[in-house]
């Protein structure tokens, strides 16, 4: 039966596909303030105002000179002095010297910096110490040599991180253009299911995945919304899933099993759904449907358009399997929608632990595995960083999830991973 479902590659291309149709649909757009900025998504280019550096800057504390004139070591009269600060000046006369700081202009005619540290200094006159040398060009950075006036230097759709706010602030930004955060719906369904807050009665648990779904979607740039839990029947279902199609991207959770009760695949067809798959081969997580769900669009965020649609993953209960793939496939649909230009899942190579037990390692035919690992992500020189699996009681033992901080990747065609093998991990 299995072999019907597509395989976590096909699975992941298909959502490529729809994430890159979704990244080319119009985005909303708001302001933030640049300290305001990181972690959201650029929509305007960031460039340069003017050169960069806007004018020859000394890195080193020293003397500019000509370096022809320095490497002959005779004494150089100093002819003045610039400190960082001060508008450039010179120039430089010939067979002088100049005295120059670290962020300082240099003089006009001076093509290279000797460090104060390698000089001999004489009654105003200076000389640079042999053996050393020095070229043209050294310890100045040229007008212009990092970037020109009006140069792209950032991208619209680049996920801000502090690299970037320096940069814009740099070029003068003191607020940016970012997309609007879409709005994700988390609509967690189960009879067994109370609120953190209440004290569970005998055969109920804690819903843990609402809070955890939200962790995730703050976490990949969405607005988390969290409906009321649905119960585990068809009224109450539709009555959800009216609602949750205001959103941006539905995720359910629970309910896409095989169960007498697992009653989410047949809401959503009443809805209207059209499905993209309804089982992938991984585990945990085999359950997972994808489908597109047609939107209430006279409240839609994006546009004014009836024909557009929501993304709706329905996501097997199971607090392992939800985030596994949330990770895997509602990453990247979120990070279109958001209207950035990189794409999840984000996978590394490691190293298994020499002491990994064989059969925990196992590979399950047919299935791609993610199973919960927890990586080592400061290696002794020269190696991958270690990984080594949690041991688990299967996709519910939350306890196991939170020892681990990443997902080691089995592939369905391997038999087993050795211990000390090369794998893939997927990072949270
Ligand atoms: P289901 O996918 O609805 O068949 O649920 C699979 C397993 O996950 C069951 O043991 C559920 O009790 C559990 N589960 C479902 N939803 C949640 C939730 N929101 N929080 C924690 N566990 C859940
Ligand atoms: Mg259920």
Same mark, same amino acid.
């Given at each position: 039966m299995s072999s019907a479902l597509p395989s976590y590659e096909q699975a992941a291309a298909l959502v490529a596909g729809i994430a890159a149709q979704v990244r080319t649909q119009p985005h909303r757009i708001e302001r933030a303030e640049l300290a305001a900025a990181a972690g959201r998504i650029l929509a305007q280019p960031i460039c340069a105002?003017?050169?960069?550096?806007p004018f020859s800057r000394s890195t080193r504390d020293g003397f500019a000179c000509r370096a022809a004139d320095a490497s002959r070591h005779a004494f150089l009269q100093l002819a003045g002095a610039t400190r960082a600060g001060d508008p450039p000046s010179g120039p430089l006369p010939p067979g002088a010297a100049w005295e120059i700081m670290t962020g300082a202009p240099i003089p006009a005619d001076a093509d290279a910096v000797i460090m104060i540290e390698y000089v001999e200094l004489a009654s105003g006159r200076v000389r640079l110490l042999p053996p050393c040398k020095v070229s043209e060009g050294e310890n100045v950075v040229a007008q212009g040599a990092q970037a020109r006036k009006g140069d792209e230097l950032i991208p619209a759709g680049t996920a801000i991180a502090f690299a970037h706010i320096a940069c814009a602030a740099e070029c003068g930004y003191s607020a940016l253009d970012v997309f609007v955060r879409p709005r994700v719906a988390i609509l967690t369904t189960g009879d067994e299911l109370v609120s953190v807050e209440s004290a569970p009665a005998a055969g109920q648990i804690r819903n843990s995945n609402a809070p955890m779904l939200a962790a995730l979607v703050a976490t990949a740039g969405g607005e988390p919304w969290l409906l009321p839990t649905a119960s585990d029947n068809a009224h109450a279902l539709d009555r959800s899933l009216a609602e949750a199609a205001q959103a941006d991207l539905l995720l359910i959770s629970g309910? %896409?099993? @095989?169960?007498? &009760?697992? #009653?989410v695949e047949p809401a959503l067809a009443r809805a209207g759904a059209k499905f993209h798959?309804?089982? %992938?081969?991984?585990? =945990?997580?085999? =359950?997972l449907v994808f489908a597109e769900l047609p939107c209430n669009? @006279? %409240? *839609?965020?994006?546009?004014?358009?009836? @024909?557009r649609t929501i993304p709706v993953f329905g996501l097997p209960g199971n607090p392992i399997s939800s985030a596994v793939t949330f990770l895997l496939f509602g990453v990247p649909v979120l990070a279109a929608l958001a209207g950035s230009i990189e794409s999840g899942p984000r996978f590394v190579l490691a190293q298994l632990k020499n002491e990994t037990d064989r059969a925990a390692a196992a590979a399950k035919p047919g299935l791609t595995r993610f199973l919960p690992a927890s990586g080592q &992500? *400061? =290696? @002794?020189?020269?190696? #991958?960083p270690q990984v080594a699996l949690v041991p688990w009681h299967?996709?519910?033992d939350l306890a196991a999830l939170a020892r681990s901080n990443c997902f080691l990747v089995i592939p369905e065609d391997v038999h087993a991973l050795e211990p000390g093998a090369i794998v893939r991990i997927l990072l949270p």
């Open positions: 105002d003017r050169d960069q550096p309910g %896409v099993s @095989a169960g007498k &009760f697992d #009653l798959f309804t089982g %992938v081969r991984i585990q =945990p997580g085999k =359950p669009s @006279a %409240v *839609n965020s994006h546009t004014q358009e009836g @024909a &992500f *400061n =290696p @002794a020189a020269g190696q #991958l299967g996709s519910g």
